[in-house]
């Protein structure tokens, strides 16, 4: 680790006036941001704490009737706070990583990183999601990017994600061996307005909406409205954990498990 | 009811209660005075010329003492082989020289170029980071058949990337071809035996001290054996006497295997104190252990095997490459060879046995002895191909095996692999299994299964290894540089307790609790009268440490002589107190009786007469109760097993769930059962992790992919199922006084054949005739393509 200073504001525009300063990141709960300070691969000049914003921690309903649930608000509250009204989107909380990482790790963060196993991408994009930041909102499907790359503006901070509550939805995720991120997981939500698709962890170009399964589950929201389709094995990921083909497969799998669960 | 004392009780670990609460001393716990840090920097390139080191950035920024390159080792030795191998023609094997740091080229991916001492650790990172080094990049070499076939030279002075070219035993060749050639059936498999990182749980770390004004050197490190440190790096490295040069490996946090070796850190720290007048200390990054502590396995093998028409084994015959990595760490040499060869007989008559193993040298890590070292390479392959035989002669697995068996009534059985069994009954453990496996159930669980859409499978396999080496004439005619007995001394004190020093090392065994179990049996005192020391040459007799399940077999039939010399002198002391002739002492619960009298002295009486001789046989005999014992073994011995695993595919992902393993072992007497199926649990999660998780990885350019648990694979608590463990088939050893085998590797020797015998035997029988086999691990992405066909 390099030497870095240290802020904790209270309020998000101090927050926004710190991370001005050259080279400055924002730091959720660390548990991405850290481990790359401690191999050395990031040297910012301060490290800005947006855990002590209490305006960006926790989980409320908008008068939308959309669940809130603030930036910095770790997986582990996520999981105890939304299970009544937004089970699938608590279960997937209640499975990243381990307690310790559920108990620091935050939505903003994981969000702001865009890894592209990571599990939050998948329940953001097809619950067709809003992450406001402290400048504009911006809707699910235009924030992903591609790999560890969002539309966020550098300086500018995840302050809240909005979920609208999907008729049905559940989340299916298959543990890549070592790291137990996902090596394939796909969110699936049933709203009015049709079926939404998620998949994280098996494209090249990061989490990515699966338009055929959409269409064929919106007209019928079965496993077996999609044994007919298939994606490609090109652009998956192909790496130690799992070939190209493999993760087309795991697609599919993983779809039609979350369509039977959900 | 059962004993809660001595042998056969299940005591609590004693030292838990340091470990548990965080009283434990590690070596990155011990601070010196004036201690300075010291960080490599490591080459990032497989395989590379190092044209220039330029050190004068890094000599400059704050803190920094010195930094090291190899021209400051300039006369020093590499660290050595401690075992010679002879090729197929008798000639010795390559053996180039591993520096302290790297001369000339660097040869893998964490290979030290250089080093920086400095007053902090996060100084000297820092300047490591200012080292430029000018490294021109060379082709690599990681696959170990285009090393041999004439790739790029990992050294270059030795001419070539293969070690050796060893057959074992060549004069049984002949016989075994012609057996293959005239066989009713042959069995061929090729199969990997997947190359793993140890990942102890405590990284390794050294501090080195030198003493200017009496010229002694200290190392304390994370060893199994410091003795064998101490006589390496002293005599073969750094030119120290042993009587100037202490090793201390205190608190160890697991080893198996990994931490036996002769590393060049120690050397370095050891060398570097004196250099720079301070301690310096140096403990590894988790990255820097996966990058260099020495890994285990990396075998590629293709192995036969002959049968006649009624599924008797005719013959074995092997080729294997076994991967060295690019230098040879201190036991490499001997893990496929007399580790591996000697072991191809299983549990079974085969009357000719042919074993072909070629060691070469590719740009990787160094390979070395993990956990079971050669036996779980030997086992896997024999246990594999059985089960192919046994399914393409329609035979089933069981009965195939106990067609083959030695049976109880033909011990010793001499193998023609060169070592004999003295004793076993592989029947009875088969038996065993059988019936707590419940194997009768498999077709009802079957059926539960594929209700569920999964496919089920069982597997079986033995196995059978040759542990507690050894006896040293033995292993000296076979290479090994060093003797293969250990050492014990037991102080008896003025006031009745007991210390022993032990040679054996304990780093997770749980020595400090079973053998004050042994002593306070033997003696019938209470065992917290008995205190174990070990871990430091200054305290300890020579004595040649833990590793190959020889704790208990040779450093406790060590401790045991040692204890019947205390017991013979306490004797005489005993019958001078009681005005008895000797030879009617008799010793029983601590006490000293005169047969056929009510006369009797305790046992504290002795030892105060031992220690306050006022009345005391001064003339005939001395004072004090102290005695030291070295036990050198006769043969090795030999736990053998029977393993069992239930396991359900998924067949849309093929991810494999373990659903039950039972494990029925022989390990002759017992002394502790809880310990012992303890190590049975970890072992058994071991093998099951390399069978279905773990596996180093390198890129075609050298590179570690598998360089974090971002990509290596641990098992974890949810990967494994509740085992059944028994281990009360027991055929004691014949030839130690405790009877006992040994049971520290057997869980991960045993285990991994099970388990991919089990998922063979899923896909079988759920249709996917064409799968025969799938290399370890057998991870999701494996199965799911085999499936595929
Ligand atoms: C052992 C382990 C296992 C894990 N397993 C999983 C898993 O199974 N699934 C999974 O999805 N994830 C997993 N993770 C990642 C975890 O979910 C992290 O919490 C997440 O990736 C980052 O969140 P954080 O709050 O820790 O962010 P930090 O590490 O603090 O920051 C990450 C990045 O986001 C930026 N940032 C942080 N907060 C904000 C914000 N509010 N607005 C804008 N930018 C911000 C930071 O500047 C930084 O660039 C795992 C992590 C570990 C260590």
Same mark, same amino acid.
């Given at each position: 680790?390099?030497a870095?200073?240290?802020?904790k504001?209270k309020?998000?525009?101090?927050?926004?006036?710190?991370l001005?300063r050259?080279d400055?990141?924002?730091?959720g709960?660390?548990?991405?941001?850290i481990p790359s300070l401690?191999?050395?691969?990031?040297?910012?000049s301060?490290?800005?704490s947006?855990?002590?914003i209490a305006?960006?921690r926790?989980?409320?309903t908008?008068?939308?009737g959309?669940l809130?649930?603030?930036?910095a608000?770790?997986?582990?509250?996520?999981?105890?706070e939304?299970a009544?009204?937004y089970p699938?989107?608590?279960?997937?909380?209640g499975?990243i990583?381990d307690?310790a990482v559920?108990?620091?790790?935050t939505?903003?963060?994981?969000l702001a990183?865009n890894d592209p196993?990571?599990?939050y991408?998948?329940?953001?994009?097809a619950?067709?999601?809003?992450?406001?930041?402290?400048?504009?909102?911006?809707a699910?499907?235009d924030?992903f990017e591609?790999?560890f790359t969002?539309?966020l503006?550098?300086?500018e901070?995840i302050?809240e994600v909005?979920?609208?509550?999907?008729?049905?939805?559940?989340y299916?995720?298959f543990?890549?061996?070592?790291s137990r991120?996902?090596?394939?997981g796909?969110?699936?939500?049933?709203?009015?307005?049709g079926v939404?698709v998620a998949?994280?962890?098996?494209s090249?170009?990061?989490?990515?909406?699966?338009s055929?399964a959409?269409?064929?589950l919106s007209a019928?929201f079965?496993a077996?409205a999609?044994a007919g389709?298939?994606v490609?094995?090109?652009g998956?990921v192909?790496d130690?954990h799992g070939?190209p083909?493999?993760?087309?497969n795991?697609v599919?799998?993983?779809t039609?498990?979350?369509?039977?669960a959900? | 009811m059962?004993k809660d004392q001595?042998?056969?009780a299940?005591?609590k670990?004693r030292e838990d209660?340091?470990f548990l609460?965080?009283?434990?001393?590690?070596?990155?716990?011990i601070n +010196?005075?004036?201690?300075t840090?010291?960080v490599?920097?490591?080459?990032q &390139?497989a395989?590379?010329?190092?044209n220039a080191?330029?050190?004068?950035?890094a000599?400059?920024m704050?803190g %920094?003492?010195?930094v090291?390159t190899?021209?400051? *080792?300039a006369g020093?030795?590499?660290?050595?082989?401690?075992?010679?191998?002879?090729? /197929?023609q008798?000639?010795?094997?390559?053996?180039?020289?591993?520096?302290?740091?790297a001369?000339?080229k660097?040869?893998?991916v964490g290979?030290?170029?250089?080093a920086v001492?400095a007053?902090? +650790?996060?100084?000297?990172r820092d300047?490591?980071e200012a080292?430029v080094?000018?490294i021109?990049e060379?082709?690599?070499?990681?696959?170990? /058949?285009a090393? &041999?076939a004439?790739g790029?030279?990992?050294?270059?002075e030795?001419?070539s990337?293969l070690?050796?070219?060893?057959?074992?035993?060549?004069?049984?060749?002949?016989a075994?071809?012609?057996a293959?050639?005239s066989?009713?059936?042959v069995?061929?498999l090729e199969?990997?035996n997947?190359?793993l990182?140890?990942?102890a749980?405590?990284p390794?770390?050294?501090i080195?001290?030198y003493?200017?004004?009496?010229d002694?050197?200290?190392?304390?490190t994370?060893?199994?054996n410091p003795?064998?440190?101490?006589?390496?790096m002293g005599?073969f !490295?750094?030119?120290i006497?042993?009587?100037?040069l202490? !090793?201390?490996?205190?608190?160890v946090g697991?080893?198996f295997?990994?931490?036996?070796?002769h590393?060049?850190?120690?050397? *370095?720290?050891t060398?570097? @104190?004196?250099?720079?007048?301070?301690?310096?200390?140096w403990?590894a990054?988790?990255?820097e252990s996966?990058?260099t502590d020495?890994?285990?396995?990396?075998?590629v093998t /293709?192995?036969?095997l002959?049968?006649?028409?009624?599924?008797h084994?005719?013959?074995?015959r092997?080729e294997?490459y076994?991967n060295?990595g690019?230098y040879?760490?201190?036991?490499?040499s001997?893990?496929?060879?007399?580790?591996?060869?000697?072991?191809?007989?299983?549990?079974?008559k085969?009357?000719?046995i042919y074993?072909?193993v070629k060691?070469? *040298?590719?740009?990787?890590?160094p390979v070395?002895a993990y956990r079971?070292?050669?036996?779980?390479e030997?086992?896997?392959?024999l246990e594999?191909?059985i089960?192919?035989a046994?399914r393409?002669?329609?035979?089933?697995p069981?009965?195939?095996?106990r067609r083959n *068996?030695?049976?109880?009534?033909e011990?010793p059985?001499?193998?023609?692999?060169? %070592?004999?069994?003295?004793?076993?009954n592989y029947q009875a453990?088969m038996?065993?299994?059988?019936q707590?496996?419940?194997?009768a159930?498999?077709e009802?669980r079957?059926a539960?299964?594929?209700?569920k859409? +999964?496919?089920?499978?069982l597997?079986?396999?033995?196995?059978?290894?040759?542990c507690?080496i050894?006896?040293?004439?033995l292993?000296?005619?076979?290479?090994?540089r060093?003797?293969?007995?250990?050492s014990a001394?037991?102080r008896?004190n @003025?006031t009745?307790?007991? &210390?022993?020093?032990?040679?054996?090392?304990s780093?997770?065994?749980?020595?400090?609790?079973t053998?004050p179990?042994?002593?306070a049996?033997m003696i019938?005192?209470?065992?917290?009268?008995?205190?174990?020391?070990?871990?430091?040459?200054?305290?300890v007799p020579m004595g040649?440490g833990?590793y190959g399940?020889r704790s208990l077999?040779?450093?406790?039939?060590a401790?045991v002589?040692?204890?019947?010399?205390i017991?013979?002198?306490a /004797?005489?002391?005993a019958?001078h107190?009681?005005e008895a002739?000797?030879?009617?002492?008799?010793l029983?619960?601590g006490k000293?009786?005169v047969a056929?009298?009510d006369?009797?002295?305790?046992?504290g009486?002795?030892?105060?007469?031992?220690?306050?001789p006022h009345?005391?046989p001064l @003339?005939e005999l001395?004072p004090g109760l102290?005695?030291? @014992?070295?036990?050198?073994?006769s043969n090795f011995t030999?736990?053998a097993g029977?393993?069992?695993?239930e396991?359900?595919?998924?067949?849309?992902?093929?991810?494999?769930?373990?659903?039950?393993?039972?494990a029925?072992d022989d390990f002759?007497?017992v002394?502790?059962p809880?310990i012992?199926?303890g190590q049975?649990h970890?072992?058994?999660?071991q093998?099951?992790?390399?069978?279905?998780?773990e596996a180093?990885?390198? =890129?075609a350019n050298?590179?570690l992919?598998?360089?974090?648990?971002m990509?290596?694979a641990?098992?974890r608590a949810d990967?494994v199922?509740?085992?059944?463990?028994?281990?009360?088939?027991?055929t004691?050893?014949?030839h130690?006084? +405790?009877?006992?085998?040994?049971?520290?590797?057997?869980?991960a020797?045993?285990s991994?054949?099970?388990?991919v015998n089990a998922?063979?035997?899923a896909?079988?029988r759920?249709?996917h005739k064409?799968?025969?086999?799938i =290399?370890?691990?057998v991870s999701?992405?494996r199965?799911?393509s085999?499936?595929?066909?």
């Open positions: 680790m390099y870095f200073d240290f802020e504001p309020t998000v525009a101090e927050a926004v006036s710190a001005a050259e400055a990141m924002a730091l709960g660390g548990q991405t941001l401690k191999q050395r691969l990031a040297a910012p301060a490290l800005v947006l855990t002590g305006e960006m926790g989980v409320c908008g008068d939308d959309a809130c649930i603030g930036g608000t770790p997986h582990a509250v996520v999981a105890a939304a009544g009204k699938a989107l608590a279960a997937l909380a499975n990583g307690p559920r108990n620091r790790g939505i903003g963060g994981s990183n196993a990571a599990d991408p998948a329940a953001v994009l619950s067709g999601a809003t992450i406001v930041t402290n400048t504009r909102r911006i699910a499907d924030f591609g790999l969002t539309a503006e550098p300086g901070i302050v909005r979920f609208p509550i999907p008729a049905r939805a559940a299916a995720k543990q890549q061996p070592a991120f996902a090596l394939t796909v969110f699936v939500a049933k709203t009015a307005g939404r998949v994280t962890g098996a090249e170009n990061g989490v990515f909406r699966w055929e959409e269409k064929a019928s079965s077996d999609i389709l298939s490609p094995a090109d998956m192909g130690l070939t083909a493999y993760r087309a795991l599919k799998v993983m039609q498990r979350a369509v039977s959900a | 059962p001595g042998i056969g299940s005591t670990r209660v340091r609460t965080g009283k434990g001393r590690y070596t990155d716990d +010196l005075r004036g201690q840090h010291c490599f920097v490591r080459s &390139v395989h590379g010329r190092i080191i330029d050190t004068s950035a000599e400059a704050p %920094v003492i010195k090291f190899s021209a400051d *080792f020093k030795g590499g660290v050595p082989c401690g075992w010679q191998i002879h090729d /197929k008798g000639n010795p094997m390559l053996e180039p020289k591993h520096p302290i740091l001369e000339g660097a040869r893998y290979d030290a170029i250089a001492i007053e902090t +650790l996060e100084q000297a300047a490591a080292v080094i000018d021109e060379l082709p690599a070499v990681v696959d170990m /058949k090393a &041999v004439g790029a030279l990992v050294h270059d030795v001419g990337n070690c050796y070219d060893w057959g074992f035993i060549e004069d049984n060749k002949g075994v071809d012609a293959i050639k066989a009713h059936h069995t061929t199969l990997v997947n190359r990182i140890p990942n749980m405590e390794r770390a050294a080195g001290d003493n200017s004004a009496s002694d050197y200290t190392l304390y994370t060893s199994q003795h064998v440190i101490r006589l390496l005599a !490295v750094l030119g006497p042993e009587h100037k202490r !090793v201390i490996a205190p608190d697991g080893g295997g990994s931490k036996i070796f590393y060049v850190e120690e050397a *370095f720290v060398h570097a @104190a004196k250099v720079v007048g301070r301690p310096v200390k403990t990054q988790r990255s996966f990058m020495a890994h285990g396995r990396d075998h /293709k192995i036969e002959a049968l006649d028409k009624d599924g084994f005719l013959a074995i092997t294997t076994a060295m690019a040879l760490s201190t036991f490499a001997s893990v496929p060879t007399y580790l591996h060869g000697t072991l191809m007989a299983g549990n079974y085969t009357p000719h074993v072909n060691a070469v *040298f590719t740009n990787t890590v070395d079971g070292a050669g036996r779980p030997a086992t896997f392959q594999r191909v089960d192919k046994a393409e002669m329609g035979i089933d069981i009965e195939i095996r *068996f030695v049976q109880p009534n011990f059985y001499q193998t023609p692999v060169a %070592v004999a069994y003295d004793t076993g453990t038996d065993k299994l059988v707590i496996a419940d194997i159930g498999f009802g079957r539960e299964s594929a209700k859409g +999964l496919l089920r499978g597997g079986v396999n033995c196995y059978i290894e040759a507690g050894a006896p040293s004439n292993v000296g005619q076979l290479g090994a060093a003797g293969l007995y250990e001394t037991v008896v @003025a009745g307790g007991i &210390v022993v020093m032990t040679g054996s090392h780093h997770g065994q749980g020595h400090e609790t053998f179990q042994v002593v049996e019938g005192i209470p065992e917290a009268q008995v205190e174990i020391v070990h871990g430091d040459t200054a305290n040649m833990t399940s077999a040779v450093g406790g039939s401790i002589r040692a204890t019947n010399k017991i013979a002198k /004797k005489k002391i019958a107190l009681m002739s000797e030879g009617d002492i008799e029983k619960d000293f009786s056929g009298t006369k009797s002295v305790d046992w009486s002795v030892c105060l007469a031992a220690y306050v009345n005391y @003339a001395e102290e005695e030291t @014992a070295f036990y050198d073994p030999y736990p029977a393993y069992a695993c396991v359900e595919v998924d067949p849309g992902t093929g991810k494999v769930t373990i659903c039950s393993f039972a029925a002759g007497n002394i502790n809880m012992v199926e049975v970890g072992g058994l999660a093998g099951i992790g390399q069978a279905m998780l180093a990885a390198y =890129d050298g590179q992919l598998s360089g974090s648990y990509d290596y641990m098992p990967d199922p509740f085992y059944m463990v028994d281990h009360s088939c027991q004691p050893c014949t130690n006084p +405790l009877g006992v085998k040994g049971c520290g590797e057997a869980g020797i045993g991994p054949p099970a388990v998922v063979i035997d896909l079988q759920g249709g064409h799968v025969t086999h =290399d370890m691990p999701p992405v199965v799911w085999a499936m595929q066909g």
